[in-house]
Nanobody, 125 residues
Framework: QVLPVESGGGLVQAGGSLRLSCAAS????????MGWFRQAPGKEREFVAA????????YYADSVKGRFTISRDNAKNTVYLQMNSLKPEDTAVYYC??????????????????WGQGTQVTVSS
């Protein structure tokens, strides 16, 4: 079983930066597409960013494009989400997700097989 584990959340002022990390244990990490999603109180979980197994294909939600950067280090079994110019509306629990069924990259929650426990990001105004 693959277990993604997020870290790096916290409290930051508007305009600040945070970097989230997601380490995945178990099977071969380098063959999996990885995604970041977030869920604010009272809202549905939404797509943030995704990266293909080799890093050659990357998708972003329009709301974070130009501010967030997803990357991966397959040697460390880790995917990152660098978040700059943070806004109060970025406040949410951020989840890392892994797609193990094939090598496709997806932008929906249904497209992922394993999820982390989430890490809280709070942006104060």
């Amino acid at each position: 079983q693959v277990l993604p584990v997020e870290s790096g959340g916290g409290l930051v002022q508007a305009g600040g930066s945070l970097r989230l990390s997601c380490a995945a244990s178990g099977r071969t990490f380098s063959t999996y597409a990885m995604g970041w999603f977030r869920q604010a109180p009272g809202k549905e979980r939404e797509f943030v960013a995704a990266i293909s197994w080799g890093g050659g294909i990357i998708y972003y939600a329009d709301s974070v494009k130009g501010r967030f950067t997803i990357s991966r280090d397959n040697a460390k079994n880790t995917v990152y989400l660098q978040m700059n110019s943070l806004k109060p509306e970025d406040t949410a629990v951020y989840y890392c997700a892994l797609r193990a069924r094939d090598t496709l990259i997806m932008r929906t929650t249904e497209g992922y097989d394993y999820w982390g426990q989430g890490t809280q990001v709070t942006v104060s105004s």
